[in-house]
């Protein structure tokens, strides 16, 4: 998922010059299929879904007239569909939590429990898996999370919260694996890649539902 803001719309070339993404899309880039989408609340289920139509890329333009003397990369894109339909790409979709929808809870392991937000942060989200930063030392002593490895497992409690709805936060508990492991230039924290493993059932819509809010937000 590309993020992007729709700049023109010409109806009956079915066209649109969009924003360029970030990473950009090049020329060159290869893609199976591409859809142009939004977040928008599902009228029967009163819950936020993503709506697209497919499109393929018609060019870039290096130096668009926005505003003024602002002028931006833009992508023009053509669209091969007029109906819109739902997409379901948040599975691999990672979202950061942020104040407004911060995620809370703990990780067990070796007999000792370790605090989100003290512990190891969370840097990002999404129904598969989660990111997790780990400080090298809490309160000047060595953290022990540092002693995971590949393929290790342990468990985490986690609370996915609303702010603005605290009594509707969604909690659940998971085992967790180990998929990659990368330290910080600066050695002050690495970077572990973690896949939910043995969720419960319903963990999969809470973190969907999660995933959407942090998206329309």
């Known amino acids: 998922?590309?993020?992007?803001?729709?700049?023109?719309?010409?109806?009956?070339?079915?066209?649109?010059?969009v924003a360029q993404t970030n990473p950009p899309l090049l020329a060159s880039s290869r893609y199976e299929t591409m859809?142009?989408?939004?977040?928008?609340?599902?009228?029967?289920?009163?819950?936020p879904v993503r709506m697209g139509i497919s499109c393929r890329l018609l060019g870039i333009i290096k130096e668009y007239q926005l505003t003024g003397a602002i002028q931006v990369q833009a992508l023009r894109v053509k669209y091969t569909s007029t109906s819109a339909r739902?997409?379901?790409v948040r599975r691999t979709f990672r979202v950061q939590p942020t104040s407004e929808f911060p995620v809370k809870g703990s990780l067990m392991w070796h007999d000792a429990t370790f605090q989100i937000g003290r512990d190891l942060f969370i840097k990002d989200i999404s129904i598969t898996g989660i990111g997790l930063i780990i400080p090298s030392h809490v309160a000047d002593v060595k953290n022990p999370l540092l002693e995971l490895r590949m393929r290790d497992t342990f468990q985490m409690h986690l609370?996915?919260?609303?702010?603005?709805?605290?009594?509707?936060?969604d909690e659940f508990q998971t085992d967790v694996r180990i998929k990659r492991i990368l330290p910080a230039p600066d050695d002050k924290s690495t970077l572990f890649g973690a896949n939910f493993e043995k969720s419960p059932r319903n963990a999969e819509v809470k973190l969907s539902r999660f995933v959407q809010l942090v998206q329309l937000a």
């Open 159 to 169: 609370s996915l919260q609303d702010q603005a709805i605290p009594a509707e936060n």
């Open 35 to 47: 859809h142009a989408t939004t977040m928008t609340m599902d009228s029967e289920s009163a819950s």
């Open 86 to 88: 739902k997409l379901n």
């Open 1 to 17: 998922v590309l993020r992007s803001s729709v700049y023109e719309c010409t109806p009956t070339k079915q066209e649109l010059i």
